[in-house]
Nanobody, 120 residues
Framework: QLQASGGGLVQAGGSLRLSCAAS????????MGWFRQAPGKEREFVATISPSGGSTKYADSVKGRFTVSRDNAKNTVYLQMNSLKPEDTAVYYC???????????????WGQGTQVTVSS
């Protein structure tokens, strides 16, 4: 089970940190991904991190502004979001999968989502 938190309303240029807490003993064996879905749009890839945390990938739209990290001792993955823009407004989802991938269908377990709203 995945529980995402940390969303909220922020002004453009501001920052938020999302957290995703996982239950279970096998968290460290899963790649963790962050995806987002804006109203009327398809869910899209944001960032992913390998099971060990040694590798990360980002969507071009967030590269240099967002940072994904994980703490396997706490079964938690984070998404630090800086220099937020109105176009970052979306529901953000964390996901766990056996494959370190940007592809949505490669993820097996999904959190409930947390709303991020960036005002201009």
């Amino acid at each position: 089970q995945l529980q995402a938190s940390g969303g909220g309303l922020v002004q453009a240029g501001g920052s938020l940190r999302l957290s995703c807490a996982a239950s279970g003993r096998t968290f460290s064996t899963y790649a963790m991904g962050w995806f987002r879905q804006a109203p009327g749009k398809e869910r899209e890839f944001v960032a992913t991190i390998s099971p060990s945390g040694g590798s990360t990938k980002y969507a071009d739209s967030v590269k240099g502004r967002f940072t994904v990290s994980r703490d396997n001792a706490k079964n938690t993955v984070y998404l630090q979001m800086n220099s937020l823009k109105p176009e970052d407004t979306a529901v953000y989802y964390c996901a766990a999968g056996r494959f370190y991938s940007e592809i949505l269908s490669r993820y097996d377990y999904w959190g409930q989502g947390t709303q991020v709203t960036v005002s201009s």
